[in-house]
């Protein structure tokens, strides 16, 4: 048992000794053939590197060649721009001197006249100096033999031309005057016939009262409001006084100024329209009226400017605003506007037939009352007013000067005649102003007996239409400083008492004579 387990034990061994070395052989030739497929690897690699190193080398060959046949290339394009370049300065150059040489040419020649000029000009200067001398020895020898001076034979001379020039002239005059006067008359008849009958236009006499349209009675209460406020509130702030009677859905809006009876109408229609009639809304009403009004009053402006002819920017802007205000004026019921179209178109063609320049009467006729737009608000006569304006916005002064010249008995300048007399003409036509003789009579007697009833007071004058009253009073029962406050009494109680367009001028004449006889 004993050998056999010994045996067994070196059988067991042996077997692993044996596996041993199998395996070692095995391991042996498993590592051959691995170095063999790493140098077959290695080899492999190598020829593929050296490979690609020569195809880069044959491309890097290939790109030096390009590059050298490229830059040669550039080279010879660079030759050829340059002697391109060359040739064309060489032409330049050939042409600068060509005209550098022509130049100098002219140089020289004008040099040469220039010296022959100031030869020529010292021999005349030398001829009008013995001139003088010989014209001096003449005049001493006929004032020797007049014995008078100069001066005085010219003015001798001067004197009996006047005298006889004079005398033909006035002949003359009288001749013409006697042959021609029905001639003249005639003709200047015919010219002013053809020119009103040209601007022949129809006319709506404006008053100072306007009628709002109601769509029901129940409207009235509801404007003139919880005791009155909303009615008060409107007048308030237009300055117009409503006048709600028994006219069946109509109110009326009575007031000297057109704009402000234009505010509170275009108020009043734009609160029926709403139907909210309450003292805060009736302030947003008048603001947006107000508003409405000025975008109207510009357009109105433009609109007489288009009808006429005159081109916008003519005018500033704002004296285009002021001119569309006469729309809302009057005079007498004639509305003012279409009086200054009516003005410039007259004053325009009889300027045609005359001769005269018919831009400054065209412009300056559409301006000429350009100063009651504003007379309301300002002191003083529309006239200065105008021309005043007219000044401020540049306007050249034959054009201001219309604003004068139409209210002067002899104007300076042909043009204001003419607006003259086209506002004339267009303040005299059959119906253009509803002013009677009995209310023109009216007038003048309620500013006398204003005047009148005061103390001291001698005798008054209401002169040139109503627009000034000259007080004269008794110097010994009032004194300088008395004249000076019946002048502002007399202007205060007018205001107080009577309505009037425009303005009024008031002058207290204080005047004391002394006579004294000597024997």
């Known amino acids: 048992m004993y050998y056999l387990i010994i045996a067994a034990a070196v059988s067991l061994i042996a077997g692993f000794g044996l596996g041993w070395v199998i395996r070692l052989s ?3 030739k498993d590592a051959s053939s691995a170095e063999s497929r790493a140098a077959a690897a290695m080899e492999k690699a190598e020829n593929q590197a050296a490979e690609t190193v020569r195809k880069a080398e044959d491309k890097a060959k290939q790109m030096e060649l390009d590059s050298k046949e490229r830059g040669l290339r550039l080279i010879e394009e660079a030759k050829q721009d340059n002697e391109e370049q060359r040739k064309e300065i060489k032409q330049q150059k050939q042409k600068l001197d060509k005209l550098d040489a022509d130049f100098q040419t002219r140089v020289q020649d004008l040099h040469k006249k220039q010296e022959i000029l100031l030869e020529k000009k010292a021999k005349l200067e030398e001829i009008k100096e013995k001139l003088e001398k010989a014209k001096e020895q003449q005049m001493a020898k006929l004032e020797s033999i007049a014995q008078l001076s100069q001066d005085e034979a010219k003015e001798v001379l001067l004197l009996e031309v006047e005298k006889i020039s ?3 002239f006035q002949s003359r005059l009288h001749k013409l ?8 008359e005639k003709k200047a008849q015919y010219m002013l016939a053809n020119v009103i009958q040209r601007v022949a236009s129809s006319h709506a006499v404006d008053t100072t009262t306007t009628n709002v349209h109601l769509p029901s009675d129940d409207m009235k209460g509801r404007i003139i409001g919880k005791e009155g406020r909303n009615i008060k509130t409107v007048e308030l702030l237009t300055g117009c006084e409503i006048i709600v009677d028994d006219t069946p859905e109509t109110i009326i809006i009575s007031g000297f100024s057109p704009i402000r009876r234009q505010v509170a109408k275009l108020a009043l229609e734009n609160l029926i329209k709403d139907g909210r009639i309450h003292p805060g809304r009736i302030e947003e009403a008048v603001d947006e009226a107000k508003k409405e009004l000025a975008v109207d009053i510009k357009k109105a402006g433009e609109d007489a400017l288009y009808e006429l002819g005159i081109p916008l920017t003519a005018f500033d802007p704002k ?9 809302y004026r009057t005079s007498y019921g004639q509305n003012q506007l279409r009086h200054a179209i009516e003005v410039a178109h007259i004053a325009a063609m009889l300027a045609n037939e005359l001769g005269a320049d018919v831009t400054i009467c065209k412009r300056g006729g559409v301006l ?11 002191q003083g006569a529309h006239p200065e007013i105008g021309y005043n304006i007219m000044k401020k916005f540049g306007l050249p002064e034959e054009i201001a000067y219309q604003s004068i010249g139409h209210h002067e008995d002899n104007p300076k300048t042909l043009e204001a005649i003419l607006v003259k ?11 253009a102003r509803k002013d009677t003789y009995e209310m023109y009579v009216q007038r003048l007697e ?22 000034e009253v000259r007080v004269f009073v008794n110097p010994k029962q009032l004194d300088d400083f008395a004249a000076y406050r019946l002048a502002k009494d007399v202007a205060g109680r007018i205001e107080a008492e009577l309505k009037y367009p425009g303005e009024i001028r008031v002058t207290v004449i204080r005047e004391t004579r002394v006579i004294e006889y000597a024997r």
């Open 319 to 327: 004296l285009i605003q002021i001119l569309g205000r006469l729309k």
């Open 446 to 467: 309620e500013l006398e007996k204003v005047a009148t009833g005061f103390p001291g007071v001698d005798k008054v004058y209401a002169i040139q239409a109503g627009r």
């Open 421 to 431: 007399a086209a506002d004339a003409i267009s303040g005299a036509r059959p119906g």
């Open 166 to 168: 004079g005398e033909a």
């Open 368 to 378: 000429h009352d350009i100063g009651k737009s504003v007379d309301h608000d300002m």
């Open 26 to 28: 095995v391991a042996k």
């Open 177 to 184: 005057d006697r042959a021609h006067s029905d001639e003249v």
